[in-house]
């Protein structure tokens, strides 16, 4: 999952070795209108149907887009002090509004990526890709924001259950080590430069491939269609 400033894309992969070749090969995936300024303007509308005026400039030309978005309710006001319970209920539930859009968007291409593994593979429905963990990156520079990393956390690895072997309880999980796993970008082995770090890296990773070649790239293809009975 890449979340940037406008958008939320979703892609489900397997990274896998053919004739000699590291293949990365994507099969269901998806751009939404999702990201970092997208959740900034979702929360600014709905603050304003409570006081209009009193509300910050929701336009690029009001933003710093040198730092991430605000994440405190009294960030999004123009006065301090007008924080009151009514409009913390307004703030709680445009993120809670935005995050299950977020969630279906995930959820819809998670279950369609196992649907068609189960249509291809010998055991069919016996077979889960998810067996034991469903690995994930999250990346972008939206990704750094604890929104966007809660819209992954325990409640979406729980609506996840349904769809897989893991144990119903989240105790259960984690002893078992069942559930969600996010992964990271290894750092390139010939990768130079001063003051880049691990955590930085996935901000970086496409200019750093653009930039290396197409012919050093791994091979990139299309999983061929399949035909998936809707079971979500």
């Not at 970086?204 to 979500?232: C, D, F, K, Q």
Request: charged residues 20%; proline residues 5%.
């Amino acid at each position: 999952m890449d979340v940037g400033a406008g958008t939320l894309d979703v892609s489900t992969l397997i990274l896998h070795a053919a004739d000699g070749d590291d293949v990365c090969s994507f099969h269901f995936c998806e751009v939404a209108m999702k990201g970092a300024y997208r959740l900034f303007q979702h929360r600014i509308k709905e603050l304003t149907k409570i006081v209009p005026g009193q509300v910050r400039d929701g336009s690029p030309a009001g933003l710093d887009q040198s730092v991430p978005i605000p994440n405190q309710l009294a960030d999004y006001l123009l006065k301090k002090g007008l924080a009151s319970p009514r409009l913390q209920s307004a703030f709680q539930r445009a993120n809670d509004e935005f995050a299950a859009e977020c969630h279906s968007v995930c959820l819809r291409n998670i279950v369609a990526f196992k649907n068609a593994c189960q249509e291809v593979h010998a055991y069919g429905n016996q077979y889960n890709p998810f067996s034991k963990n469903l690995p994930f990156i999250l990346s972008g520079g939206g990704s750094r924001l604890d929104f966007y990393q809660q819209v992954l956390g325990d409640a979406f690895e729980q609506s996840l259950v349904s769809y897989t072997p893991w144990e119903p309880e989240s105790s259960r999980r984690t002893a078992l080590d069942q559930g969600l796993k996010r992964i990271t970008f290894d750092l390139p082995r010939n990768f130079v430069s001063a003051g880049v770090t691990l955590s930085d890296f996935d901000r970086l990773s496409v200019a750093y491939g653009l930039a290396y070649g197409a012919e050093n790239l791994m091979r990139i293809t299309a999983a061929p269609p399949v035909h998936v009975r809707s079971r979500m």
